[in-house]
């Protein structure tokens, strides 16, 4: 089950998750009016208990939604090495909706298989009837629930990886968690929501896997 949610924190209903991504700028993020925003909505359903909101690539890249992610008085950033963010896509057999917004259901940080490596953990997840979030759907996650990036509780987002020539894979997988504000990061970083990158085939006590209920057969 994922942990409980910090009472008060969680927009309320599927119209709220919508009310707080126009709070943070979506719409002209998006290159749209609010009621351009809203109309993107409206097959969404009213009620969905537990279901996140999540905002599609094309519609706000990756790159762009990370700032947008806050943590104290301290907002967002991407990795200086990471600047190729955008170029991570759904993995092979993961099919997310390709709706400008659509919803995941059930997300779990994935406590429990800290210390996997993310290649220990893909087949793990998909064995449990899951599917890992891609970095958009993480960042979608705490944009909603930002009490769930917690301190030695991260996670990362295996759902996305960057494909290099014919069927070989960048071997980075994206993530997210709390920067420290050492090397690159700056001082004035500490404690922010950090977008970066692992090894595929390292292990860190401190990060999860981050997954949904699988999406249902079309």
């Known amino acids: 089950m994922p942990p409980t949610p910090t009472a008060g924190t969680t927009p309320t209903g599927i119209a709220g998750q919508i009310d707080r991504l126009v709070e943070l700028g979506l719409p002209a993020l998006a290159g749209m009016t609010v009621e ?88 793990e997840i998909s064995s449990r009837g899951r599917r890992p979030l891609t970095i958009g759907e993480g960042i979608s996650w705490l944009l909603q629930e930002p009490e769930r990036l917690a301190p030695n509780h991260c996670f990362m987002t295996i759902g996305s990886r960057k494909r290099r020539k014919g069927t070989a894979l960048d071997s980075r997988t994206p993530a997210i968690w709390i920067s420290g504000g050492t090397g690159r990061d700056g001082r004035d970083n500490r ?28």
């Open 36 to 123: 351009e925003f809203h109309a993107l909505a409206r097959d969404l359903p009213a009620e969905a208990p537990g279901a996140i909101v999540a905002v599609h690539p094309g519609l706000v890249p990756a790159s762009a939604l990370a700032p947008l992610l806050s943590r104290g008085d301290k907002s967002g950033f991407v990795v200086v090495d990471m600047a190729d963010l955008d170029a991570f896509a759904p993995i092979d057999g993961l099919d997310a909706p390709e709706d400008a917004l659509y919803l995941i259901n059930e997300v779990d940080r994935g406590d429990d298989m800290a210390n996997w490596s993310p290649d220990e953990a893909l087949p």
């Open 191 to 218: 404690g922010a929501p950090k977008v970066g990158w692992c090894w595929a085939g390292n292990r860190h006590t401190w990060l999860g896997f981050a997954s949904a209920a699988a999406q249902p057969p079309a």
